[in-house]
């Protein structure tokens, strides 16, 4: 198993015990009723076919991530036995049948599989038969659709600020960019019990960079949630965002496909914002459009009562402000991107395009890159969890005129003669002493 799949289980695992290890106070009684409905809850596991959980199994998680102080890497698996077989089906190819068998309920196996063909779902190196088809379509009890039925939901809302933020994104008006328009989209985040908007921003792009822009400030502004609720959109189901989430001790939530009911208090905020704000806007650009917003949501939003709180959501969130959880001074650095590169002989990595150069002791090592898309001259490099600084962009015409020694300390030696000129060679330093002489 790679880096890379390890971290998946391992953000899994913390979304498991993220109730035993995040909540404030929890009885004996609510944890037992808690471990009994996970234990009898069927889960998709990364890279396993076992849907349940034991107790002995998510004790042990929970002991592993204390025992850590909270260090994400000790939920991750040891190296199987059987690492570097191939499974039958990967995760992608399992997400595109169960869409595929929701959107259309009346397929047979066969025509599932011929669908699945047809529309390039299916990796090149999988080739689906009927009897793994339906041995997973029967393990996901989809194989014979049950009628629908009335679903029993029920209202809730969070205890207390910062217990629960719900978040989604709404399609906006367009907006004048360089003479084009283009379509903006409104990121939200809202606090379950003020309904205060930790952050709202209308983008050019619901991508997930746009989201992490939105998160972050959201964190920044109003501090650390216990949990995150979000719907099954792309950039809700990023890897990047996963890790993010569980390196800040934030466990990740999805809400079930087809049913947005339970983000309902989002919802109606989107709904205000067609019925109260988009319909009195008056600007052209995506400023004006984010200066509007920021003013009606701080001057009329925030100040008015809620007619289910009966609280301005300002006051309602600031009732509590000693449950809160601030964000770390280095909150940026936990939205990196992390890549793993192989340091090549000549101390050279390649990250996104451009060459960097990395500390001698590195040569040969697998390490870990940090950095962001919009600072790529910032790039931390890390072996076994020490950092080794920031790596130095290559400059071709400078290591030139460096001076190799024995002991890996690279000097830089400029000409001071502008007459002279040495073929672009490297001399030693004995050579050049007998040319001194």
């Known amino acids: 198993m790679i880096e890379d799949e390890k971290m998946q289980v391992a953000v899994f695992r913390f979304a498991v015990i993220s109730d035993f290890v995040t909540a404030a106070q929890m009885s004996r009684a609510e944890k037992r009723r808690l471990m009994r409905d996970k234990c009898a809850r069927k889960w998709q596991i990364p890279f396993s076919e076992k849907t349940s959980l034991s107790i002995g199994t998510i004790n042990r998680w929970c002991r592993l991530y204390k025992d850590s102080n909270g260090d994400l890497k000790s939920l991750q698996p040891q190296d199987r036995c059987d690492q570097g077989k191939s499974r039958a089906m990967d995760e992608d190819t399992c997400l595109s049948l169960i869409e595929l068998k929701l959107e259309t309920p009346a397929l047979t196996v066969p025509q599932l599989i011929e669908q699945m063909n047809r529309q390039n779902r299916v990796n090149p190196s999988i080739v689906l038969n009927n009897s793994t088809v339906y041995r997973f379509l029967h393990q996901?009890?989809?194989?014979?659709?049950?009628?629908?039925?009335?679903?029993?939901?029920?209202?809730?809302?969070?205890?207390?600020?910062?217990?629960?933020?719900?978040?989604?994104?709404?399609?906006?008006?367009?907006?004048?960019?360089?003479g084009k328009m283009r379509k903006s989209y409104l990121i939200a985040v809202i606090d379950d019990h003020s309904r205060l908007i930790t952050?709202?921003?209308?983008?050019?792009?619901?991508?997930?960079?746009?989201?992490?822009?939105?998160?972050?400030?959201?964190?920044?502004?109003?501090?650390?949630?216990?949990?995150?609720?979000?719907?099954?959109?792309?950039?809700?189901?990023?890897?990047?965002?996963?890790?993010?989430?569980?390196?800040?001790a934030i466990a990740l939530i999805h809400s079930k496909p087809y049913q947005p009911q339970g983000r309902g208090k989002i919802e109606r905020f989107f709904r205000t914002v067609r019925g109260q704000f988009l319909t009195g806007f008056r600007g052209q650009t995506?400023?004006?459009?984010?200066?509007?917003?920021?003013?009606?949501l701080s001057n009329i939003y925030h100040q008015r009562k809620h007619s289910s709180t009966k609280q301005t959501p300002i006051e309602r969130f600031a009732a509590n402000l000693q449950c809160l959880r601030a964000a770390p001074d280095n909150l940026h650095d936990y939205f990196r991107k992390v890549a793993r590169r192989k340091v090549n002989k000549d101390r050279s990595i390649t990250l996104n395009g451009r060459l960097y150069e990395a500390p001698v002791a590195l040569i040969g090592k697998r390490v870990e890159l940090l950095y962001h898309h919009s600072q790529h001259q910032q790039v931390e490099v890390k072996y076994q969890n020490k950092s080794f600084g920031m790596l130095v962009p290559v400059n071709l015409n400078v290591n030139c005129r460096i001076k190799r020694d024995k002991n890996n300390n690279p000097q830089i030696h400029s000409n001071t003669d502008p007459n002279e000129y040495g073929g672009g060679k490297l001399w030693s330093s004995k050579r050049r002493d007998d040319d001194e002489q």
């Open 140 to 178: 996901q009890n989809l194989v014979h659709l049950p009628l629908k039925r009335p679903v029993d939901r029920r209202k809730f809302e969070a205890e207390l600020p910062n217990d629960l933020w719900q978040s989604d994104v709404m399609h906006g008006p367009k907006v004048d960019v360089n």
């Open 199 to 248: 952050h709202g921003q209308f983008y050019l792009s619901e991508a997930l960079r746009s989201y992490l822009q939105a998160f972050e400030n959201a964190l920044a502004k109003r501090g650390l949630p216990r949990k995150l609720y979000v719907d099954n959109g792309a950039a809700f189901r990023s890897r990047h965002l996963e890790y993010i989430s569980a390196s800040l």
């Open 286 to 296: 995506l400023n004006e459009l984010n200066e509007a917003f920021d003013g009606w």
